[in-house]
């Protein structure tokens, strides 16, 4: 099992950026598929962007490619997020989750693992 911590949220201006962390407990971190989602007020969760855990291929929203990054450090277990020239729809809570051996998968439902969350407010 896995276990997820986020970190790194926070307010920010438009035009700013920040970096999200997820912290991973277990020793098979490396063989997860390991994606960010993110939930603004009054909507549903939404894919945001997507490292796999084969070959490190990544996918990203229409809406974020271009300005965020993600990115993954195995040896401490870590997940990242850039987040750049961010916009006030960039907010939301920000949540990692995991998936065991996971493909490009961008349904929420199809996650075992997820963390708490973190906020990030974006003000214009």
């Known amino acids: 099992q896995v276990q997820l911590v986020e970190s790194g949220g926070g307010l920010v201006q438009a035009g700013g950026s920040l970096r999200l962390s997820c912290a991973a407990s277990?020793?098979?971190?490396?063989?997860?598929?390991t994606t960010w989602f993110r939930r603004a007020p009054g909507k549903e969760r939404e894919f945001v962007a997507s490292?796999?855990?084969?070959?490190?291929?990544?996918y990203y929203a229409d809406s974020v490619r271009g300005r965020f990054t993600i990115s993954r450090d195995n040896a401490k277990n870590t997940v990242y997020l850039q987040m750049n020239n961010l916009k006030p729809e960039d907010t939301g809570v920000y949540y990692c989750a995991a998936l065991f051996r996971g493909g490009m998968a961008t349904g929420e439902s199809e996650y075992d693992y997820w963390g708490q969350g973190t906020q990030v407010t974006v003000s214009s």
């Open positions: 490292n796999r855990w084969s070959d490190g291929g990544q």
């Open positions: 277990g020793r098979t971190f490396s063989m997860y598929t």
